[in-house]
């Protein structure tokens, strides 16, 4: 397979990927989006909406893409920096195009089942529930509250982990799942915002549940 057709497998129009960027010196942002088109030398990405609006990047910011390949299943990791922003209708960041892939661990995909307390803060309220799975960009959250949560709503989220140490990152409720049993909310969090230093200890307890399935 050439080189030009590994990257049409992999950034193909409509294909998801997950962006990643500095927000500042500490601190990891990150965004779901999809591909809009793989030109001769650029690559086309839909820009990121937050709060129903682009995300403005700076032209010359470097971005870390993850995007999974189905026919392999195999996840992927590249860096790429933002050329030039095209507002419109569709708002679009177009981007150098990929010259140097890696695979990773599908770590960052794969979900584990795990009973873990925490606490967030919302609506100047502090909660309390257990997260009962984890992933690289995500955790699903089960509480007895009668807050109600909706879609969008951004929560500080504090995780208790084996050893002593927490995770803390900045969470919005992407799904309203179904509870079991009955009388208690279950959210699913998207991560959007945590430090370098907590992305590497969320990193580092993953490989551990890795370890123990």
């Not at 793989?38 to 910011?61: A, F, N, T």
Request: hydrophobic share 35%; with cysteine; charged share 30%.
């Amino acid at each position: 397979m050439g080189e030009n057709d590994f990257l049409q497998e992999l950034f193909h129009t409509g294909a998801p990927v997950r962006l990643n960027l500095a927000a500042d010196k500490n601190s990891i942002k990150g965004y779901d989006t999809k591909v809009e088109d793989l030109e001769s030398e650029y690559l086309v990405l839909q820009s990121p909406v937050e709060d129903g609006k682009p995300v403005l990047i700076d032209e010359g910011r470097e971005l870390t893409l993850w995007c999974k390949k189905k026919m392999d299943n195999q996840a992927y990791v590249t860096n790429v920096c933002v050329i030039e922003n095209r507002p419109g209708e569709k708002p679009l960041l177009v981007c150098c195009k990929p010259k140097q892939i890696e695979k990773t661990s599908l770590r960052r995909y794969s979900r584990f089942k795990v009973d873990l307390p925490c606490s967030f803060s919302f609506k100047q309220e502090v909660l309390e529930g257990r997260v009962v799975d984890i992933s690289r960009i995500g955790c699903s959250v089960e509480l007895e509250s009668d807050s109600k949560f909706f879609e969008g709503d951004i929560l500080e989220l504090s995780i208790e982990i084996p050893g002593g140490s927490k995770l803390a990152f900045s969470g919005e409720v992407v799904r309203l799942l179904e509870a079991v049993p009955p009388g208690k909310h279950k959210i699913a969090l998207e991560i959007k915002e945590m430090t370098a230093e907590m992305d590497e200890e969320l990193k580092n307890y993953l490989f551990q549940c890795q370890l123990m399935t």
